[in-house]
C-alpha cells in the first residue's frame, strides 16, 4: 500500500512517473535495455538529456540563448563550494542573507572557499522564524545570496529583493518548480532534485550565460560551471537515471499539471487548507514561521504539549502519514507538501490532526 509522504526529502515523486519508469523499466526506448544500463554517450540517451533540459527552460519561461543548465552531482552542498569558488575570487566580496541552517552551511562554504563573504541580513535573532526585508549590502558584491525556501524552519520569501548591487544566486533546492520564479535579477539558481524533482543524485543548476563567462577559470574541471555548459553536462558520466526521471517529472508538470502557475495554485490550496488547520486548533497545534514568510512547501509546526509530538507521529504512522518529524536540528513537526502530493493527502493530514485533538486536547 502506498502511504501520504510528507518527507522533507527525498521525498515524493508523482505516481504517473513512478509508474512511468516501471512500465519502460526493462526495455527503454527500444534500446534492449534499461536506462541505468544505457551508456551516457548513446544518441537516445543525450537526446533525453538534451530534451529534459529544453522543457526545464520552457517551464522556467527561460531562453537557452541566456540560460543553460547544468545538471551536476554532490548535492545542493556543493553548490556552496562552486558559487564562491566560480564567482568570488579571493580578494572580492559576496553577500549572503541568513535564514537558517541551510544558509548558513553556504556562507561556512564560502569563507572556506577564501571569499569575502559577510552577512547583509538575518533573521537568527529571531529563531529564523522570517524573511528579512532590509538588508545592508557591501558596496559591489560579487553575489547576493539567499536560500528561496527554508526547508528546515518552514519559510518562504514571498519575492525577492529588488534592487540589490550584485546579481541574486539562489538555493531553491525545496521550492524548485512548485512556482514560477521571476529570474530578472538573478545570476544562478540552483536545486538538489531530491525535494521536488527526482532521485538524490542530480543538483540542477540554472545559470544566465552573461554570469557564467564571468567565472574564475583555471579550476578543476568538475567545479567550474562551464565545464557543464560546454559539454552538455556530459563532460563526465553524468547521474543519468536521476535525469531521465527528472525529465520525466517536467513533462508531467507540463502536460498533466499544465506548468507552474497552475503547480502554484494547487500548492497554495494544500498548504492554504493545513495552515488554516493549525491557525483554528485553538492552540493545540501553532506554527513556527511568522505568517508573511510562511512556506507552502515545508510547513513547521508545534504541538502546544511537546511531549505528545512523538505520538502523533507514531500514529499518524499507522493511519500511512508518514515522514512528519522537525528536521533534526530543530524537531517538532514537518508536513512537506511538495509538488508530488495531492490535496487528499493534505485532507487526510487534517482529518487526522482533528480527531488526535480531539482524543488528546
Ligand atoms: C536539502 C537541502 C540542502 C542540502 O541538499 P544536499 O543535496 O543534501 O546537499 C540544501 N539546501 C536546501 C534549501 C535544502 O532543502
Not at 515524493?12 to 516501471?22: G, I, K, M, S, W
Not at 566560480?86 to 544558509?103: E, H, K, M, R
Amino acid at each position: 500500500m502506498r502511504v501520504f509522504n510528507f518527507n522533507g526529502g527525498p521525498a515524493a515523486l508523482p505516481l504517473p512517473v513512478l509508474r512511468e519508469v516501471q512500465e519502460e523499466f526493462l526495455d527503454w526506448h527500444g534500446t534492449g535495455m534499461s536506462i541505468v544500463e544505457n551508456s551516457h554517450r548513446a544518441k537516445e540517451v543525450a537526446a533525453m538529456a538534451t530534451e529534459a533540459q529544453n522543457l526545464l527552460l520552457e517551464l522556467l519561461g527561460l531562453s537557452s540563448e541566456q540560460w543553460a543548465v547544468a545538471f551536476c552531482q554532490g548535492g545542493a552542498s556543493l553548490q556552496f563550494a562552486m558559487v564562491p569558488l566560480n564567482f568570488a575570487p579571493q580578494g572580492t566580496v559576496c553577500d549572503y542573507i541568513d535564514t537558517g541552517l541551510w544558509s548558513s552551511k553556504a556562507f561556512q562554504e564560502a569563507k572556506i572557499c577564501g571569499s569575502g563573504a559577510r552577512f547583509a541580513a538575518s533573521s537568527k535573532d529571531a529563531d529564523y522564524t522570517f524573511i528579512p526585508s532590509q538588508y545592508d549590502y557591501s558596496e559591489k558584491p560579487q553575489y547576493v545570496y539567499l536560500t528561496s525556501n527554508n526547508t528546515v524552519r518552514g519559510t518562504q520569501w514571498p519575492s525577492f529583493p529588488t534592487g540589490a548591487p550584485g546579481p541574486l544566486v539562489a538555493d531553491v533546492s525545496s521550492e524548485f518548480l512548485s512556482r514560477p520564479l521571476d529570474l530578472t535579477d538573478f545570476g544562478l539558481i540552483f536545486a538538489g532534485a531530491q525535494k521536488n524533482v527526482a532521485p538524490a543524485g542530480l543538483t540542477i543548476a540554472v545559470i544566465r550565460r552573461s554570469f557564467a563567462i564571468t567565472g574564475q577559470t583555471g579550476l578543476p574541471h568538475m567545479l567550474d560551471y562551464r565545464t557543464f555548459i560546454d559539454n552538455d553536462s556530459m563532460y563526465n558520466t553524468p547521474p543519468v537515471f536521476a535525469i531521465y526521471v527528472a525529465g520525466l517529472v517536467f513533462k508531467w508538470l507540463k502536460n498533466t499539471v499544465g506548468g507552474l502557475k497552475a503547480m502554484e495554485a494547487k500548492n497554495k490550496a494544500k498548504a492554504a487548507l493545513l495552515y488554516s488547520a493549525i491557525d483554528n486548533s485553538g492552540g493545540f497545534y501553532s506554527g513556527t514561521a511568522q505568517v508573511g514568510s510562511r512556506s507552502p512547501m515545508n510547513v513547521t509546526f508545534r504541538l502546544s504539549d511537546s511531549s505528545l509530538e512523538k505520538p502523533f507521529q507514531e500514529e499518524a504512522k499507522k493511519e500511512g502519514l508518514v515522514g512528519l518529524g522537525g528536521h533534526r536540528s530543530v524537531g517538532g513537526l514537518r508536513a512537506s507538501l511538495y509538488n508530488a502530493l495531492d490535496l487528499d493527502a493534505v485532507e487526510a493530514l487534517t482529518g487526522f490532526m482533528a480527531e488526535f485533538k480531539r482524543k488528546k486536547g
